[in-house]
């Protein structure tokens, strides 16, 4: 079965410091992985993908995520955060692309990201 | 280029009463898809249509719930009768085509609508 752990529900950091915000996932096959950004009455955001190659993914607004293929991680970072970057955060994984689930996105339950100034 | 456009933004009505809600796909993409987003969970895929056909509906509460998307372009979503726990954003979204081969495709979120049921 396809699944996303957030262990976070809140991350909180001071502006300009470095920022993680972790997702572990489960999934059958090869992990197809993303990471999205949610403002507040906003949709979704696309940030980055994992599908092959680079362990290190670097992705919009200067992000990047790193795939650790034996810890199942894809963990969100930006070396220095800003104020700006305050919103909800969801990682997502892809389904296989057969049977009924045919490469859906499954996702965590989010992680609210604070920058304070 | 134009985003996935969805409306209304907000609605509210009591429970046992019919809404629907719309949806236009980025221009060109095939795939689309309606999910429902929960406060404090992640967005759940309720119904896939590639083209104008369903593709996955598994997780559509087909008791009360329907969708279509008859020109392979638009779609709506419709709830009848609404129920309190369909409290929710539903959200639009879509992509360029449902399989490459290599997953890379993208899917790109409207606004949502946030329904209240009362």
């Known amino acids: 079965a396809q699944s996303v752990a957030q262990p976070e529900d809140q991350v909180n950091v001071a502006e300009g410091n470095p920022l993680t915000v972790k997702c572990t996932y489960s999934v059958s096959g090869n992990p197809y992985l993303f990471w999205y950004v949610q403002y507040p009455n906003r949709g979704l955001q696309f940030l980055l993908k994992?599908?092959?190659?680079?362990?290190l993914v670097k992705g919009s607004y200067g992000f990047e995520a790193e795939f650790n293929k034996s810890q199942t991680s894809f963990h969100l970072k930006k070396p220095s955060a800003l104020v700006s970057d305050s919103a909800l955060y969801f990682c997502a994984v892809r389904g296989p692309d057969r049977g009924s689930t045919l490469g859906r996105l499954y996702f965590g339950r989010g992680t609210q990201l604070t920058v304070w100034p | 280029e134009a985003g996935v456009a969805q409306s209304p933004r907000y609605k509210i009505i009591e429970k046992r009463q019919s809404v629907a809600f719309w949806c236009n796909p980025i221009s060109g993409h095939a795939t689309l898809y309606w999910y429902q987003q929960i406060l404090g969970q992640g967005p759940k895929l309720l119904i896939q249509?590639?083209?104008?056909?369903?593709?996955?509906d598994s997780q559509l509460p087909k008791d009360r719930f329907s969708a279509e998307r008859l020109k392979g372009v638009d779609s709506t979503l419709k709830i009848q009768p609404a129920k309190l726990e369909d409290s929710a954003v539903y959200l639009c979204a879509s992509s360029l085509r449902r399989l490459d081969g290599s997953a890379k495709n993208i899917q790109y979120f409207g606004a949502g609508t946030r329904l209240s049921v009362l």
């Open positions: 249509f590639q083209n104008n056909g369903v593709v996955d």
């Open positions: 994992y599908i092959t190659g680079d362990n």
